[in-house]
């Protein structure tokens, strides 16, 4: 609840209007071409073993929240699966309404001995369409902490849905290298 009552403190990036052809929600990437998704620190995870469920911020590079997302997972699986749990992440504008819903199911049965197989895949396996690179959070932050920056960079015309991948992916990318298990 903390998570969203930050919201009025936070400068959002201004809305942008209706744009032919686009999912409703996605019009924000339009007009960037790099996005930095920052999660939440969370007090609870540093004073004990206790694995929460996951929350970031979406900023554009002037540091203008575009999205905040909030994973939902099963407490007995963060603690069983540890990063290679199944989860749910929502992503949400700045109305709050529900923009990109993404899944990440259980892929096998032995998810303690981390041999899960994930899929990311693309047409051909030739073309770049951007980078997603983990930023340096400051050392206590990375010392003490899970809660991780990556930066994403993309062309400015690239479709908004291939956009949104990457945002996804960078969660994705965030579990399975980055997540410490408790």
């Given at each position: ?6 919201q009025s403190?936070i400068?959002?990036m201004q809305t942008p209007?209706?744009i032919?052809?686009?999912p ?10 790099q996005?930095l998704?920052c999660?939440?620190f969370?007090?609870?995870e540093v004073?004990?073993?206790?694995a929460?469920?996951?929350k970031?911020?979406v ?16 407490c007995?699986?963060?603690y069983?699966?540890?990063p ?13 309404r529900?923009?990109i819903t993404m ?7 032995c ?7 994930q899929?990311?895949?693309?047409l051909?396996e030739?073309?770049v369409?951007g980078?997603?690179s983990?930023k340096?959070a400051?050392f206590?932050r990375?010392l003490f902490?899970?809660?991780d920056?990556f ?9 908004v849905?291939i956009?949104?991948?990457m945002?996804?992916a960078?969660?994705?990318?965030d579990?399975?290298y ?5």
């Amino acid at each position: 609840m903390a998570f969203r009552n930050r919201q009025s403190m936070i400068q959002w990036m201004q809305t942008p209007g209706i744009i032919p052809n686009c999912p409703p929600g996605l019009e924000y990437l339009t007009q960037i071409n790099q996005l930095l998704v920052c999660q939440r620190f969370d007090l609870l995870e540093v004073l004990g073993c206790f694995a929460t469920s996951k929350k970031y911020e979406v900023m554009n590079n002037q540091g203008h929240r575009i999205y905040y997302a909030e994973e939902r997972s099963n407490c007995f699986l963060r603690y069983l699966c540890g990063p290679s749990r199944p989860f749910t992440m929502t992503i949400y504008d700045n109305v709050g309404r529900d923009v990109i819903t993404m899944h990440r199911t259980l892929r096998s049965s032995c998810c303690w001995r981390n041999c899960y197989v994930q899929k990311l895949l693309s047409l051909d396996e030739e073309i770049v369409l951007g980078k997603i690179s983990k930023k340096w959070a400051g050392f206590m932050r990375e010392l003490f902490t899970n809660a991780d920056k990556f930066g994403i960079q993309f062309p400015l015309d690239l479709d908004v849905k291939i956009k949104a991948l990457m945002l996804g992916a960078s969660f994705l990318i965030d579990y399975m290298y980055f997540e410490h298990w408790p």
